[in-house]
């Protein structure tokens, strides 16, 4: 029973560890380094020190910019970082094309 009771333990801990995504460009320190994984308080505040001196970062890749932020860190956290907080919406398809409708025998063509 114990070992029950400290499996569900350890599963809602992990799932509580999962965090959702962020937007760098209006967070604060805390919420990056909760949110990013290998992003810890001095990182965090190194992103939202660049922000403020620079600007709104206008691509992922910008965060490299950043003093101890590498591609490891980008490549592990890409789908968890937001640049701003309304979600890119999916392009439009197409509509799909009319079917072809064939003259019913006998029909002249107008």
């Known amino acids: 029973m114990k070992k029950l009771i400290m ?50 970062f206008k691509t992922v890749e910008d965060l490299r910019n950043v003093s101890g932020i590498g591609k490891k860190t980008l490549e592990k956290n890409k789908k968890d970082i937001l640049l701003s907080d309304t979600p890119t919406p999916a392009p439009e398809s197409a509509p799909a094309p009319a079917p072809a409708v064939e003259p019913k025998k006998g029909d002249k063509p107008k």
């Not at 959702?20 to 308080?41: E, F, H, M, R």
């Not at 965090?44 to 620079?54: G, L």
């Open 7 to 56: 499996l569900l333990f350890l599963f809602i801990v992990n799932a509580m560890a999962m965090a959702a995504p962020v937007n760098v460009n209006t967070a604060d320190a805390k919420t990056i380094a909760d949110a990013l994984s290998g992003i810890g308080q001095k990182k965090a505040e190194a992103i939202v020190k660049y922000r403020t001196e620079k600007g709104p």
